[in-house]
């Protein structure tokens, strides 16, 4: 037995436990203390930062020359920027759309140097105080800030400006961060730029609120150090008082100069614009796909127009915050008119483009209109013009088709050099981020190997395994990658340089606006209404040329989008409807023994009363021999007669109902016979109602490429070429030669009159069912069709191919199954037996023909293989 403890011994080791288990408890609520206050820590608000102590001091005095005169330049502004009491007071359009737009408003006076301030205040909120953060419902907005001449009027916009906005963040391009407080309606709000490079705080802006500091002294961004700044204001669903001196609303804790009553040597000014008895409004001229819009922007550019458009408006809408969804794309994509898909029906329903419309006449201001489709109609130039009355605005059309002068060409080249500069950064910095993701990948790799040895090392050690110490790997700093070779700056190839226009990735205009429109497009002239017509890169008669001549070659390839049937079509095709319908009513009637003797009786009984009214004469006049005579005559005549089928002339036949025997033209019709009289008859009609309906002698009929199109706008149906087991158009009508060619220039057009009567579609068609009958006969198993019968609604069957199949009758020996006679139009020598399939094949192909013998009314029965 072990030996027992001593007490003492026992009581010491008891105390240990408990002094150890107290550290334990304590240890553990510090580490929960800690715990808890990096949570609070996480969870609290950012703070708002410490007033800062005033380093600013009074300014001291200046008797240098001062500014003339500082006051916002509402030439340089949205044109919702609505001034009032004097250009004091800024209010703005808020109608639809228009809340959700961003005014904005560059003063006429920018800081070079010195510390001078200017005041805002919110006199008024447009919209509800609250508001419950979604992009479908308009909140108020306030920025004030400072920009550069010619830079984005909207503050947030770009890097060449900086501002406080109204929810205390300082903003400079994408960066927006807690800089200060919030200010509210009635605040008197003051910003503050020092350019004074003796002050501690030089080139910085800072925030007050009611002649309170708001903000620390926030350092100038890097691109606006060295420039003149310029007051800017951008705001939106608010009335704002703008005060720019000489005295403030709201005293400083420092005297401090306003901007107006800043010396003329720390400021400059913008010249204004040479004023005009009139202003200009430009409606551009050109043609889709021939540098239209890059021509508009460097148009706007230099003449400091606004654009009036509805791709401006979406910019508009871009700049003020509003997320659009994907890129267009589709056949309703273009730049002339883009679709509004904010999700937000006031942008949606384009009633900023309304409001834009209705005030753009009352503003003082030049204007440029590229509306590419509409410019090129005369109806709509005429409308347009009458939004810009004459006694204000100089009216002028700039005519851009053809090869472009010089400036644009050199313009093009520069775009596309930039497109291809950009294209080459992005796939280097993409290989750079790719390389630093491998870089790391095997860093982390790398490391985790080091740590499983480790592990597997301390498991031995426990173990009781010796293991022999590695020695301390030398942690060696990361490679860097080497130094790529500088690649070399893109360049345009020698084809890029000859390149009059660049190539979008959306089209000018969409393609069905284009097919509606392109044939009325014209040129503008001073009879118009314009004060001056101006053809930038051509002469006028190489401009009308071109465009002529372009017109011309659209029309091979758009579809008319407005065409609809006439009249007379539609009355042509209901009769045809119900023609066809008596044929295969009579080769019914002519195939059923019972039906075919009445048909001969009716006949008989039509003769003897052509005679009727002869004969009573003669009964009359006493002569009743002569008279039974007649009559006998006329009955003799109306019995079937002997008829040499084979050597019969198709087209010399009078009635195809009757060729003489009491048999119709069409009485071996079968299910393909039928369908190349339709298709016979529907392309013939159609060809010629499309020449008549549209009218126009430059486009006398259409391509290949658009008769599916014409066909089911005229026929209410869809064209289905598969169905004649055919692949091209052009196969199935070289089978109707006869009827339809295609011309050199592609148009298909008809080879017969348009007042041809509907028998000699019969007659075309059974001589085509002989020639292929004969070339049967000789070998030639091409010759046959092989058409897909459409099921009949209704049909028993087992819904795949329209019926079971039934075995194939044997080979007749005549044409209507009856007994050889060289009296009778049953007399050829066999019947053509015609065949159904998926695919028309030059191939030899196993012979089909339909299980019922014949045609039967109903388009026969079904069919079998043999």
Same mark, same amino acid.
């Given at each position: 037995?072990?030996?027992?403890?001593?007490?003492?011994?026992?009581?010491?080791?008891?105390?240990?436990?408990?002094?150890?288990?107290?550290?334990? /408890?304590?240890?553990?609520?510090?580490?929960?203390?800690?715990?808890?206050?990096?949570?609070?820590?996480?969870?609290?608000?950012?703070?708002?930062?410490?007033?800062?102590?005033?380093?600013?001091?009074? !300014?001291? %005095?200046?008797?240098?020359?001062?500014?003339?005169?500082?006051?916002?330049?509402?030439?340089?502004?949205?044109?919702?920027?609505?001034?009032?009491?004097?250009?004091?007071? #800024?209010?703005?359009?808020?109608?639809?759309?228009?809340?959700?737009?961003?005014?904005?408003?560059?003063?006429?006076?920018?800081?070079?140097?010195?510390?001078?301030?200017?005041?805002?205040?919110?006199?008024?909120?447009?919209?509800?105080?609250?508001?419950?953060?979604? !992009?479908?419902?308009?909140?108020?907005?306030?920025?004030?800030?400072?920009?550069?001449?010619?830079?984005?009027?909207?503050?947030?916009?770009?890097?060449?400006?900086?501002?406080?906005?109204?929810?205390?963040?300082?903003?400079?391009? /994408?960066?927006?961060?807690?800089?200060?407080?919030?200010?509210?309606?009635?605040?008197?709000?003051?910003?503050?730029?020092?350019?004074?490079?003796?002050?501690?705080?030089?080139?910085?802006?800072?925030?007050?609120?009611?002649?309170?500091?708001?903000?620390?002294?926030?350092?100038?961004?890097?691109?606006?150090?060295?420039?003149?700044?310029?007051?800017?204001?951008?705001?939106?669903?608010?009335?704002?008082?703008?005060?720019?001196?000489?005295?403030?609303?709201?005293?400083?804790?420092?005297?401090?100069?306003?901007?107006? !009553?800043?010396?003329?040597?720390?400021?400059?000014?913008?010249?204004?614009?040479?004023?005009?008895?009139?202003?200009?409004?430009?409606?551009?001229?050109?043609?889709?796909?021939?540098?239209?819009?890059?021509?508009?922007?460097?148009? %706007?550019?230099?003449?400091?127009?606004?654009?009036?458009?509805?791709?401006?408006?979406?910019?508009?809408?871009? *700049?003020?915050? #509003?997320?659009?969804?994907?890129?267009?794309?589709?056949?309703?994509?273009?730049?002339?008119?883009?679709?509004?898909?904010?999700?937000?029906?006031? #942008?949606?329903?384009?009633?900023?483009?309304?409001?834009?419309?209705?005030?753009?006449?009352?503003?003082?201001?030049?204007?440029?209109?590229?509306?590419?489709?509409?410019?090129?109609?005369?109806?709509?130039?005429?409308?347009?013009?009458?939004?810009?009355?004459?006694?204000?605005?100089?009216?002028?059309?700039?005519?851009?088709?053809?090869?472009?002068?010089?400036?644009?060409?050199?313009?093009?080249?520069?775009?596309?050099?930039?497109?291809?500069?950009?294209?080459?950064?992005?796939?280097?910095? *993409?290989?750079?981020?790719?390389?630093?993701?491998?870089?790391?990948?095997?860093?982390?790799?790398?490391?985790?190997?080091?740590?499983?040895?480790?592990?597997?090392?301390?498991?031995? /050690?426990?173990?009781?395994?010796?293991?022999?110490?590695?020695?301390?790997?030398?942690?060696?700093?990361?490679?860097?990658?080497?130094?790529?070779?500088?690649?070399?700056?893109?360049?345009?190839?020698?084809?890029?340089?000859?390149?009059?226009?660049?190539?979008?990735?959306?089209?000018?205009?969409?393609?069905? %606006?284009?097919?509606?429109?392109?044939?009325?497009?014209?040129?503008?002239?001073?009879?118009?209404?314009?004060?001056?017509?101006?053809?930038?890169?051509?002469?006028?008669?190489?401009?009308? %040329?071109?465009?002529?001549?372009?017109?011309?070659?659209?029309?091979?390839?758009?579809?008319?989008?407005?065409?609809?049937?006439?009249?007379?079509?539609?009355?042509?095709?209901? *009769?045809?409807?119900?023609?066809?319908?008596?044929?295969?009513?009579?080769?019914?009637?002519?195939?059923?023994?019972?039906?075919?003797?009445?048909?001969?009786?009716?006949?008989?009984?039509?003769?003897?009363?052509?005679?009727?009214?002869?004969?009573?004469?003669?009964?009359?006049?006493?002569?009743?021999?002569?008279?039974?005579?007649?009559?006998?005559?006329?009955?003799?005549?109306?019995?079937?007669?002997?008829?040499?089928?084979?050597? #019969?002339?198709?087209?010399?036949?009078?009635?195809?109902?009757?060729?003489?025997?009491?048999?119709?033209?069409?009485?071996?019709?079968?299910?393909?016979?039928?369908?190349?009289?339709?298709?016979?008859?529907?392309?013939?009609?159609?060809?010629?109602?499309?020449?008549?309906?549209?009218?126009?002698?430059?486009?006398?009929?259409?391509?290949?490429?658009?008769?599916?199109?014409?066909?089911?706008?005229?026929?209410?149906?869809?064209?289905?070429?598969?169905?004649?087991?055919?692949?091209?158009?052009?196969?199935?009508?070289?089978?109707?030669?006869?009827?339809?060619?295609?011309?050199?220039?592609?148009?298909?057009?008809?080879?017969?009159?348009?007042?041809?009567?509907?028998?000699?579609?019969?007659?075309?068609?059974?001589?085509?069912?002989?020639?292929?009958?004969?070339?049967?006969?000789?070998?030639?198993?091409?010759?046959?069709?092989?058409?897909?019968?459409?099921?009949?609604?209704?049909?028993?069957?087992?819904?795949?191919?329209?019926?079971?199949? !039934?075995?194939?009758?044997?080979?007749?020996?005549?044409?209507?199954?009856?007994?050889?006679?060289?009296?009778?139009?049953?007399?050829?020598?066999?019947?053509?037996?015609?065949?159904?399939?998926?695919?028309?094949?030059?191939?030899?192909?196993?012979?089909?023909?339909?299980?019922?013998?014949?045609?039967?009314?109903?388009?026969?029965?079904?069919?079998?293989?043999?």
């Amino acid at each position: 037995m072990a030996p027992k403890e001593e007490p003492a011994t026992v009581e010491t080791k008891e105390e240990e436990k408990k002094e150890e288990k107290k550290e334990d /408890k304590a240890e553990a609520k510090k580490e929960e203390g800690e715990a808890k206050a990096e949570d609070v820590e996480m969870k609290e608000e950012p703070k708002e930062p410490e007033p800062p102590k005033e380093q600013e001091v009074d !300014a001291p %005095a200046d008797k240098r020359a001062k500014v003339k005169k500082v006051s916002l330049n509402f030439d340089d502004s949205t044109m919702n920027v609505m001034p009032t009491a004097g250009g004091r007071l #800024l209010r703005t359009l808020s109608e639809g759309g228009m809340s959700y737009l961003l005014a904005s408003v560059r003063c006429d006076t920018g800081i070079k140097s010195g510390r001078y301030l200017f005041e805002a205040r919110i006199v008024e909120n447009l919209v509800d105080g609250k508001h419950d953060g979604s !992009a479908t419902q308009p909140r108020g907005l306030v920025r004030l800030g400072f920009s550069t001449a010619g830079s984005s009027l909207f503050l947030g916009d770009g890097p060449l400006n900086c501002c406080f906005d109204s929810e205390g963040f300082f903003v400079h391009e /994408k960066s927006r961060k807690k800089a200060g407080k919030k200010f509210v309606a009635d605040n008197t709000v003051g910003v503050l730029l020092n350019l004074d490079s003796s002050s501690p705080n030089a080139n910085t802006i800072s925030l007050f609120i009611n002649g309170e500091r708001a903000s620390q002294p926030t350092p100038l961004p890097q691109e606006l150090v060295g420039q003149p700044l310029f007051p800017t204001i951008t705001y939106k669903n608010v009335s704002l008082e703008v005060n720019l001196g000489p005295s403030p609303r709201a005293e400083l804790p420092f005297k401090c100069r306003m901007l107006s !009553a800043a010396a003329a040597a720390d400021v400059e000014a913008v010249k204004p614009a040479a004023s005009a008895d009139k202003q200009t409004v430009v409606f551009p001229v050109g043609l889709p796909g021939q540098g239209y819009f890059d021509f508009v922007d460097g148009f %706007a550019e230099k003449a400091g127009s606004t654009e009036l458009s509805d791709r401006q408006i979406l910019e508009w809408a871009g *700049k003020s915050g #509003l997320w659009k969804g994907k890129t267009q794309s589709g056949p309703a994509a273009s730049t002339d008119k883009p679709e509004a898909k904010f999700g937000i029906p006031a #942008l949606d329903d384009w009633s900023v483009r309304r409001v834009l419309k209705a005030i753009a006449p009352a503003l003082q201001r030049s204007y440029i209109v590229p509306e590419l489709k509409a410019n090129l109609l005369a109806t709509e130039r005429e409308k347009a013009l009458k939004h810009f009355p004459a006694q204000d605005f100089k009216r002028k059309a700039v005519v851009v088709m053809g090869e472009p002068n010089a400036d644009f060409k050199a313009r093009v080249q520069k775009l596309l050099l930039s497109e291809k500069t950009a294209k080459a950064e992005a796939e280097k910095k *993409k290989k750079a981020q790719e390389a630093e993701r491998k870089r790391l990948l095997e860093l982390k790799k790398k490391k985790a190997e080091e740590a499983k040895k480790l592990k597997e090392a301390a498991q031995k /050690k426990k173990d009781g395994v010796e293991v022999e110490e590695a020695p301390p790997a030398e942690e060696k700093e990361d490679v860097k990658m080497e130094a790529e070779e500088p690649e070399a700056a893109p360049e345009l190839t020698e084809e890029e340089k000859k390149l009059w226009y660049r190539k979008t990735t959306t089209a000018d205009i969409s393609e069905n %606006a284009l097919s509606k429109a392109y044939s009325s497009f014209s040129l503008p002239s001073k009879a118009e209404g314009f004060d001056e017509v101006t053809f930038l890169w051509q002469s006028e008669a190489d401009c009308a %040329a071109l465009l002529r001549k372009w017109i011309l070659e659209k029309k091979l390839t758009q579809r008319a989008e407005d065409l609809q049937p006439g009249a007379g079509f539609k009355e042509s095709w209901t *009769k045809w409807q119900k023609t066809l319908s008596e044929f295969k009513t009579r080769q019914s009637q002519y195939k059923d023994p019972s039906k075919r003797k009445a048909l001969q009786a009716k006949k008989v009984e039509a003769a003897k009363k052509a005679v009727a009214e002869e004969k009573e004469k003669l009964v009359k006049a006493g002569d009743e021999e002569a008279a039974n005579a007649l009559e006998a005559k006329a009955v003799k005549e109306a019995e079937p007669k002997e008829v040499d089928v084979e050597e #019969l002339d198709v087209f010399g036949v009078t009635d195809v109902m009757d060729i003489g025997n009491g048999a119709p033209l069409f009485e071996n019709f079968q299910y393909e016979d039928w369908t190349m009289l339709s298709t016979r008859y529907e392309i013939h009609l159609l060809l010629h109602s499309f020449k008549k309906d549209l009218n126009d002698p430059d486009r006398p009929g259409f391509t290949e490429q658009h008769f599916g199109y014409y066909y089911n706008k005229y026929f209410r149906k869809n064209w289905n070429l598969s169905q004649f087991g055919m692949e091209k158009l052009t196969d199935l009508l070289d089978l109707m030669k006869d009827t339809v060619v295609v011309e050199s220039t592609g148009f298909l057009k008809p080879e017969q009159a348009e007042d041809t009567a509907v028998d000699n579609f019969v007659k075309l068609t059974e001589d085509h069912r002989r020639e292929r009958e004969r070339r049967v006969d000789a070998g030639d198993e091409t010759a046959q069709l092989k058409f897909t019968r459409t099921v009949a609604a209704g049909a028993k069957g087992n819904g795949k191919g329209g019926g079971k199949s !039934a075995p194939a009758p044997t080979r007749p020996s005549s044409y209507g199954g009856g007994s050889h006679s060289n009296s009778s139009y049953g007399a050829q020598k066999r019947s053509y037996q015609p065949t159904v399939s998926s695919s028309y094949s030059a191939s030899k192909q196993p012979r089909t023909s339909y299980g019922s013998g014949g045609y039967g009314g109903g388009y026969g029965g079904s069919y079998g293989r043999r």
